[in-house]
């Protein structure tokens, strides 16, 4: 069955570092993966979609990469701040999906000044 | 605010009774997914409407819990008979038509505390 797996500890990071945040999955091969924030007793909120066929995607200071042969993407937070701080899910999915998302159980992220 | 409404936010119930959750959609959204979500864990996919239709269920949902979405706007999530392992958030989310390529936007969750 399809497994995601991601840190499950959580990255206590310092103000201005860069946080890397992995997701690993198996037993499928998704064509897109999308990472969310979500923020202690509310929904996820969309932040990266990025396609099998790209390598790397950016928005302002994160960074996704996807490894199809590593079956592997890592989420950077560069410059990081204490507003940062919250759990980040990571979801791959197939072409052919419909949208249904398949979420790792998150990493939580605490950066401190 | 045109965002994913969620009502209620929160819900104690006694185990055994029965409860509804409602959702609105953001409204050009013909997609509406329920999800559940216990600590420490991501969003667990429950069902799933285009429009009105439910086109897919959860394996792992029970027959208590039923969802409906009529004339394919708001949708309820109802379920019967509560348990203690039903606790957790409960989170419904809307897209735009498409495949892993569409963005879900979810509401802020209804808490469900069965004691």
């Known amino acids: 069955s399809q497994k995601i797996e991601q840190n499950s500890e959580a990255l206590n990071i310092q103000e201005g570092k860069t946080a890397t945040l992995t997701c690993n999955y198996t037993?499928?091969?998704?064509?897109?993966l999308q990472w969310y924030r979500q923020d202690p007793g509310r929904g996820p909120v969309f932040l990266l979609l990025i396609r099998e066929n790209e390598k790397e995607k950016r928005k302002e200071r994160l960074k996704v990469t996807f490894d199809t042969t590593l079956k592997q993407s890592l989420f950077h937070i560069t410059a990081s701040q204490p507003a940062d701080s919250a759990t980040y899910l990571c979801a791959p999915l197939r072409a052919d999906s419909w949208g249904k998302l398949q979420f790792g159980a998150g990493t939580q992220v605490v950066v401190t000044p | 605010d045109t965002g994913v409404s969620q009502n209620p936010r929160h819900k104690i119930t006694k185990r055994g009774q029965n409860v509804t959750f409602r959702c609105d959609p953001i409204?050009?959204?013909?997609?509406l997914y329920w999800y559940r979500q216990t600590l420490g864990q991501g969003p667990e996919f429950l069902t799933y409407f285009q429009n009105e239709a439910q086109l897919e269920k959860s394996r792992l949902l029970s027959d208590r819990f039923s969802a409906e979405r009529p004339k394919g706007s708001f949708s309820t999530l109802e379920i019967q008979r509560t348990e203690q392992g039903d606790s957790a958030m409960y989170l419904c989310?809307?897209?735009?038509?498409?495949?892993?390529?569409?963005?879900?936007?979810f509401g802020q969750g209804t808490r469900l505390t069965v004691v």
């Open positions: 409204s050009e959204h013909n997609r």
């Open positions: 037993n499928y091969s998704p064509a897109y």
């Open positions: 989310a809307s897209s735009l038509e498409g495949r892993g390529n569409t963005e879900a936007f």
